[in-house]
């Protein structure tokens, strides 16, 4: 049988706390599963703002999508999560990445490093942290047993490899670098994803539990008239056509009957049943989620 869809919504935009209160009270309302804030500078804190999520809802589980690893130092990121885990009654999904912009850590003043120097931070944060939340004598402790939740983002294949063996959840970006790109990123296409699924699975096939497989949705519209909708991800990617972007897997647009088949149809190629997507298209997607749970 496959995996029942959760959906999450990536919240963006800093604002008062009044503000913040109601959007999340709304996304509850709307259905979504769990609440996520990104980590970037210029943004939301995460940890107080996942804290203050679960006091302004009951529902919804609450993570970080995904914490810049590079920000973080495991001792202290520990006391942070595990502080959060106690404060939302053990709510919380923590998501981890390595971090991609140069200009935050310069700002910031740490390292960046280069991709192999940044996995390698990830990985040595992702098993000390393993090693003190999983260890009774750990303060503060965590409100979840035997563990947090952990979801790691990857398309490498030394970060694939980290989360078949790490993860609760395997976030796929749908993307990769692309230096010639005006965006820096070139979205997967189906069969370069297929791929990259296929991979994590060998590397994961010793498993005991199977992960939850979690996708991001780029770029999501309801709609009679896909051309207009996509014309911004086509002056941002010039390289694809029309008929190529409605194939992306990140890449959601069309009526809403086609939008819940790609949905089903992804799930039963690639195995996403978690996905997400971002705050500016948080009402759009409440139709589509609504559907895929009546069938």
């Known amino acids: 049988m496959p995996r029942p869809f959760r959906f999450g919504v990536n919240l963006l935009n800093p604002g008062s706390a009044a503000e913040w209160r109601a959007k999340c009270r709304r996304a509850e309302e709307l259905g979504y599963d769990v609440l996520l804030v990104p980590d970037h500078l210029g943004w939301v804190a995460p940890f107080p703002a996942l804290v203050a999520a679960a006091q302004a809802t009951e529902r919804p589980r609450v993570g970080t999508f995904v914490l810049n690893a590079g920000f973080h130092r495991p001792a202290l990121l520990a006391r942070e999560a595990a502080t959060t885990d106690a404060l939302t009654d053990g709510r919380l999904e923590l998501g ?89 990123l070139a979205p997967l296409t189906a069969d370069e994803l297929a791929e990259r699924v296929a991979r994590y699975r060998e590397y994961a096939a010793d498993r005991a539990e199977p992960a939850e497989l979690n996708l991001l949705i780029q770029t999501l519209a309801v709609t009679d008239d896909p051309a207009a909708a996509l014309g911004p991800l086509l002056e ?49 997607f409440a139709p589509v989620m609504a559907a895929l749970r009546e069938a």
Do not use: C, K, W
Request: aromatic share 4%; no cysteine.
């Open 96 to 184: 981890l990445g390595t971090g991609y912009v140069r200009e935050e850590h310069e700002s910031a003043g740490l390292p960046f490093g280069s991709p192999a120097e940044r996995v390698d931070h990830l990985r040595r944060t992702v098993e000390e942290l393993e090693r003190l939340l999983g260890s009774p004598d750990h303060r503060p402790a965590p409100a979840q047993r035997p563990r947090i939740p952990l979801l790691i983002g990857a398309n490498g294949d030394r970060m694939l490899r980290l989360t078949a063996r790490h993860a609760d959840i395997a976030a796929f970006t749908g993307a990769r670098p692309a230096a010639g790109n005006p965006t820096g």
């Open 236 to 284: 941002r990617q010039p390289q694809l056509t029309l008929d190529q972007a409605l194939t992306l897997p990140i890449v959601l647009v069309g009526t809403l009957d086609g939008i819940v088949a790609r949905v089903r149809a992804q799930r039963e190629r690639f195995g996403f049943s978690y996905l997400t997507v971002l705050e500016p298209d948080m009402e759009t």
